[in-house]
């Protein structure tokens, strides 16, 4: 059938909504045994089934009405639901599964039911879950004043610190550390509840010395998330690095906490979290081990963290001599590696530090608290993204403070400096030279950190008493890996988001052995994830690019071929990966790496705000900053299936990106018309690949999350200009006008890269095809689609040439499947298969997916490797698969 004919003849799909499992489970398996501080995620519904999230409710694994509070993410064109965002309140016995509905309103909270109490005033905002409250100040420089359980303040004052140190130890001069504190500038009641509330703080850290010449630095934005009936307080924190790499070195960077202590010394309990659920477990003034016995019922009440007998009860041997028992004011616990922390402890300042022990991989938590009640810390991610440090201080006084340092000041100061002098890479002859040799896009003074950003997440617990141990380890692994629901991969499959990709299916033994290949990759990154130590505060989620065989080493020193960076889109392979299996592994490898792509690798202010950096030695090092880093394609996922605040923002930042080409052409260096271009806001060269799908991606998740009619309109608009256009995407670049947000169709070339398609812009026009009826913008990418690996004949009848760059042919199969599906060609699916199997330089044979162990002196410890040793090779491998069996699983070889 013509291809024109088929697209005519589109098939769209009509759900029957009563057959639909909209169950939703815990990600890991079962169910947490207390929910202490409530949970949300992300629910697709099909076009046409949702009008609003009035509808929306959940019931428990009983069928009993459950508490819930529900909010727009994203709408279809049509003006349906197309995500919601959905919080449950905390529980003390949560439900193994849930059935989220649409055929009424979230169900109504009983008399008797815990619910979020907000009260707004001039100076405050007052948060109530019901067991905790917190007072925020509209007018101050603490991120809250009170933090109070059943009425007892257990904590105030928290409040961001950080310091700053003016050089490096080199032998030489004097080292000088300034403190600071964070100001808040801003505080925004973003949700209200019932169920769920969120405080957004705005500020930036202001030198605590009165006369400092030191400007305010690192711009923060901190969200408390509190739930009905919850006894603890997520804290998500951001921050932007606006510092000169050449003069400021960040030597710390923490949230501190005032806890008030009131009872007595040998009341007072210090916990922190070690390794595998260990726990330290003291008091300020500790019982055991002395000389002379307090009496058993003492010892086990302290030991237990309760309240002691009287001292009247006590052994008076004990009791009069307490003040000669030192009291323990300072705990430290240090985690400067991904391997190794140390507890100390001191009486005084000025006085030794005794070591207490040490071990391997801290959890991040502590706790301070007395007979009334206490503060509990806890910080993801702690040991991936080390150094970190939790401190407490002053536990002997009446107000002690609890730090989680989320940059420890006892590691080496922070240094971003970029890492060669340039070599004389002045010119971009000479640069591209440089890129010959190490793959390193270099430019002098564009390997700048300015502007980039990391986030961490926190949970504040709130007691009315110092909990069992068992307790706090249970809150530790609360807040190292939150309880999360998710749909299953079979409901949102059917709820059609995300474009092709399908379940997995071990049906037959030919799609078996692919799922195993898949399976296979995602196991070896995870693997050296864990092997190669790809930790540390700015490096945590990402992944290297390529290997180097003869030194059994990813190439972490080399150019362009060391921090991936998202090249070729891994973050895509990982999600998809994530949506047609379900693992919790999968997702929270995925997660990390959002994380630290959306953050670390891109621009979040200065001039190149909303680009990110190409592959590099350091995340900013590469002078290629660009959109295809920075694309909501990669972020949107963790977005609407988490419903994540943070990552909103980062969305929202990219909404004006199309504004980026006026101020920084990304082919300057090897642009064909170099000597007559110059960028014009009425004739920017835009390419249709990646710089388009970039765009394309921005729009349409604006106008799903806003409805913005600007994001609504440029992408309408371009895609009927690129339909317009002779050859369509052939064409490569076309002349893009800021103003009008509207490409110039009299263009007539054509210019192909093997780049184009991989960074997303298969992903984003799958789904455009779908949602938006465009018949000559579908024509346009299905042309793309069948010409790109059609034989040089083809392509000359069709557009009288053969396409140059082509290249990536495994990857590209994916290409040939979507114009094979969509015109139901068997020869073409067939085609796909092949190309397929022959395309993948690393990946079209067996032994491909074997591993082989190197041990010592070849290797500093034994490591894995396999001739998979290109991320590139692995996501598009990743990618091909899961796109092809989707599109054409029917036609796959046996």
């Known amino acids: 059938m013509p291809v024109e004919a088929c697209v005519n003849q589109r098939f769209t799909a009509e759900?029957?909504?009563?057959?639909?499992?909209?169950?939703?489970?815990?990600?890991?398996?079962?169910?947490?045994?207390?929910?202490?501080?409530?949970?949300?995620?992300?629910?697709?519904?099909?076009?046409?089934?949702?009008?609003?999230?009035?509808?929306?409710?959940?019931?428990?694994?009983?069928?009993?009405?459950?508490?819930?509070?529900?909010?727009?993410?994203?709408?279809?064109?049509?003006?349906?639901?197309?995500?919601?965002?959905?919080?449950l309140p905390a529980s003390d016995s949560p439900s193994t599964e849930y059935?989220?509905?649409?055929?009424?309103?979230?169900?109504?909270?009983?008399?008797?039911?815990?619910?979020?109490?907000?009260?707004?005033?001039?100076?405050?905002?007052?948060?109530?879950?019901?067991?905790?409250?917190?007072?925020?100040?509209?007018?101050?420089?603490?991120?809250?004043?009170?933090?109070?359980?059943?009425?007892?303040?257990?904590?105030?004052?928290?409040?961001?610190?950080?310091?700053?140190?003016?050089?490096?130890?080199?032998?030489?001069?004097?080292?000088?550390?300034?403190?600071?504190?964070?100001?808040?500038?801003?505080?925004?009641?973003?949700?209200?509840?019932?169920?769920?509330?969120?405080?957004?703080?705005?500020?930036?850290?202001?030198?605590?010395?009165?006369?400092?010449?030191?400007?305010?630095w690192l711009p923060f934005v901190v969200r408390f998330y509190f739930y009905a009936g919850a006894r603890s307080v997520r804290m998500v924190h951001s921050f932007i690095w606006d510092?000169?790499?050449?003069?400021?070195?960040?030597?710390?960077?923490?949230?501190?906490?005032?806890?008030?202590?009131?009872?007595g010394l040998h009341d007072r309990h210090i916990r922190i979290a070690g390794a595998d659920g260990g726990f330290l477990s003291e008091a300020v003034r500790g019982?055991?081990?002395?000389?002379?016995?307090?009496?058993?019922?003492?010892?086990?009440?302290?030991?237990?963290?309760?309240?002691?007998?009287?001292?009247?009860?006590?052994?008076?041997?004990?009791?009069?001599?307490?003040?000669?028992?030192?009291?323990?004011?300072?705990?430290?616990?240090?985690?400067?590696?991904?391997?190794?922390f140390e507890l100390r402890k001191r009486t005084a300042a000025g006085h030794a530090w005794v070591g207490i022990s040490g071990g391997t991989r801290a959890a991040g938590f502590c706790s301070l608290s007395d007979t009334r009640g206490g503060l509990g810390v806890g910080v993801r991610d702690f040991w991936q993204s080390h150094p970190g440090q939790l401190d407490i201080r002053d536990a002997a006084g009446n107000a002690a403070s609890l730090t989680a340092w989320l940059?420890?000041?006892?590691?080496?100061?922070?240094?971003?400096?970029?890492?060669?002098?340039?070599?004389?890479?002045?010119?971009?002859?000479?640069?591209l030279e440089g890129l010959e040799i190490t793959y390193e896009d270099y430019e002098p003074g564009f390997g700048?950190?300015?502007?980039?950003a990391r986030t961490h997440e926190l949970t504040l617990f709130a007691y009315s008493s110092t909990p069992s141990t068992e307790s706090l380890a249970a809150d530790a692994r609360a807040a190292s890996a939150p309880a999360l629901l998710q749909a299953t991969p079979d409901y949102l499959h059917s709820a059609r988001v995300f474009g092709d990709w399908a379940p997995a299916d071990r049906s037959t033994p030919a799609r078996a052995e692919l799922e195993d290949r898949l399976d296979f990759l995602f196991d070896f990154y995870a693997g050296q994830v864990e092997q190669r130590r790809w930790y540390g505060f700015w490096n945590y989620g990402d992944v290297m690019h390529t290997y180097d065989h003869d030194r059994h080493v990813w190439r972490y020193d080399v150019g362009g071929y060391a921090w991936d960076n998202s090249e070729l889109s891994p973050d895509l392979w990982l999600w998809y990966s994530y949506l047609r299996s379900g693992r919790a592994d999968v997702f929270r490898f995925a997660e990390a790496m959002t994380r630290h792509t959306g953050e670390v690798d891109v621009y979040h202010s200065g001039p190149w705000k909303g680009l990110g950096s190409r592959h590099n030695v350091q995340h900013w090092g590469c002078s290629a900053k660009q959109l295809r880093i920075s694309t909501p394609a990669y972020r949107r996922f963790y977005y609407y299936l988490t419903a994540d605040e943070r990552t909103g923002d980062l969305l929202t930042e990219l909404v004006d990106s199309d504004q980026n080409f006026l101020g920084l052409d990304p082919v300057r260096k090897v642009r064909p018309d170099a000597d007559t271009y110059r960028p014009d806001r009425n004739a920017l060269g835009v390419g249709l690949g990646t710089d388009w799908g970039?765009?394309?991606?921005?729009?349409?998740?604006?106008?799903?999350?806003?409805?913005?009619?600007?994001?609504?309109?440029?992408?309408?608009?371009?895609?009927?200009?690129?339909?317009?256009?002779?050859?369509?995407?052939?064409?490569?670049?076309?002349?893009?006008?800021?103003?009008?947000g509207r490409f110039d169709a009299g263009r007539e070339r054509i210019q192909v890269s093997h780049l184009s398609a991989v960074f997303g812009l298969v992903e984003i026009c799958s789904e455009l095809v779908d949602l938006v009826p465009d018949k000559d913008f579908e024509l346009a990418w299905l042309q793309y689609c069948r010409l790109f690996l059609a034989t040089k004949e083809e392509q000359i009848g069709a557009v009288g040439q053969p396409l140059p760059g082509i290249y990536l042919t495994q990857a590209h199969s994916r290409l040939s499947a979507y114009a094979a599906a969509r015109l139901d060609d068997p020869d073409l699916a067939a085609r796909a298969w092949e190309s397929f199997g022959q395309g993948g330089e690393h990946l079209n044979h067996e032994s491909a997916f074997t591993l082989r162990t190197v041990e010592p002196p070849h290797v500093l410890v034994p490591v894995d490797e396999a001739p998979t040793v290109s991320t590139n090779d692995a996501s598009q491998f990743g990618l091909a698969v899961i796109q092809n069996l989707a599109l054409i699983g029917d036609h796959l070889p046996r």
């Not at 700048?448 to 980039?452: A, E, M, S, V």
């Open 15 to 87: 759900l029957d909504t009563m057959t639909v499992n909209t169950t939703v489970r815990w990600i890991d398996g079962e169910a947490p045994s207390e929910l202490s501080g409530g949970t949300t995620w992300g629910m697709p519904f099909a076009r046409g089934t949702v009008a609003g999230t009035d509808a929306v409710a959940v019931r428990d694994s009983s069928g009993q009405p459950v508490a819930s509070q529900a909010w727009p993410l994203a709408t279809w064109p049509d003006g349906s639901l197309k995500w919601a965002g959905i919080a």
């Open 99 to 216: 059935q989220v509905t649409h055929d009424g309103g979230a169900a109504p909270a009983s008399d008797t039911s815990p619910r979020i109490t907000v009260t707004e005033s001039t100076n405050n905002i007052t948060v109530s879950t019901g067991p905790l409250e917190m007072v925020i100040s509209r007018s101050d420089s603490t991120l809250f004043s009170t933090l109070t359980r059943d009425g007892t303040t257990v904590a105030s004052d928290g409040r961001l610190v950080s310091l700053l140190q003016d050089c490096i130890a080199d032998g030489a001069g004097t080292i000088s550390r300034e403190a600071f504190t964070g100001e808040v500038a801003a505080v925004v009641l973003e949700q209200t509840g019932p169920v769920r509330a969120v405080v957004r703080l705005e500020g930036t850290h202001r030198p605590d010395a009165p006369n400092s010449e030191k400007r305010n």
């Open 243 to 263: 510092g000169d790499a050449e003069q400021d070195f960040l030597a710390g960077l923490g949230v501190r906490f005032t806890v008030p202590l009131e009872s």
């Open 287 to 340: 019982l055991t081990g002395l000389r002379r016995d307090p009496g058993e019922e003492v010892r086990r009440a302290q030991l237990a963290g309760e309240a002691t007998p009287p001292l009247a009860v006590w052994n008076p041997e004990v009791s009069e001599r307490l003040h000669l028992i030192p009291a323990w004011n300072d705990y430290v616990l240090s985690q400067l590696s991904a391997d190794g």
């Open 407 to 431: 940059y420890s000041p006892e590691a080496q100061p922070m240094d971003l400096r970029f890492y060669h002098d340039g070599m004389g890479q002045d010119t971009f002859e000479e640069q």
């Open 448 to 452: 700048n950190p300015t502007g980039i």
């Open 694 to 740: 970039s765009l394309a991606a921005t729009w349409l998740t604006d106008w799903e999350r806003t409805g913005n009619p600007r994001s609504r309109d440029r992408l309408l608009g371009t895609m009927a200009d690129i339909g317009a256009l002779k050859y369509g995407f052939l064409t490569g670049e076309a002349l893009y006008d800021l103003d009008k």
